[in-house]
């Protein structure tokens, strides 16, 4: 889950030709840098820069900036917005910046809303933040295995192959929906969260291979809380793939899923925001996601089979 929002929770190529499918032109690419495995580009703000930049499908605004970024441009103040997270405690006002313009992937965009942020010291050098809403008028791809970054114009529609699934919109952040076994939960598609997050109030009735344990600590701008892990003795699907007994993170604060950084590693997702569709494609149809390595190996399968624990 992002860790900015802004309001209640907002702080979160293939050319397919006839057959009714979508066509779409390549507009323009940039290297993505990946962080642990969160994206990166350059971006120039103002005519000025390059500037690093993180890209963040759960952020719902257009930018977030730094505040030594926007002292540095002399970046106009326009106001304020209220941060917070979806646990809706503690809500703070920090300042709002209009910038001219910010061009990426040598598209410009202008009249942009960057709403201040500290970034974190495990981000390394950060300016700023991309968010989602930024590119509403383009297909946005991530393609995590090229590590690029595509901007292109046209439209998503079904494959027939199940890898194209609609989207939701609420607060700004794209939300999908997990199957795990027989139910279904809401995720957020966040390009900069960290693993495969479940909420504790749905996960407490899984069944996990063994006892979930402390990974350490979250932060948000209002929250501060323990993360605790576990691999589930079920599978998860989307988009006609499989999870094959992953390694979850769970969350107490989110009431949502959060498909993060770890797992959208594996893919190219492309969103059409126009049309509330993303699509997925991956190498492999079933996609394994292993525990941190500072944990102990997990049972073998058939061991695991004897001891599976909710």
Known sequence: MSLLHVGRYASLILVLLGNGLAVEAVDATAPMELRHNMPFVQVMVNQQGPFTFGIDTGTGGESLVSPDLARKLHLPSVGEATVGDPSGSNAQRVPLFRIESLTVAGITF???TGVQYQPSPREGECDGVLGFTLFRDYLLTLDYPRKQLVLSSGSLAQDGNGNVVSFSMPDNV?????????????????????????????????????DPIVLGRGRTVSSDFEIKGAQLASDIELAGYTFARPFIEINPVFPVANFGAIPLQNFAVTFDQKNGLVRFVAKDRTIMIAPPRMMPAPPSQSEAATQPKS
């Open 110 to 112: 202008r009249n942009i």
């Open 174 to 210: 794209p939300l999908i929906e997990l199957q795990i076994g027989g139910r279904r939960i809401g995720a957020h598609i966040d390009s900069r969260g960290m693993g495969l997050s479940l909420p504790q109030s749905f996960a407490k009735d899984l069944k996990f291979v063994s």
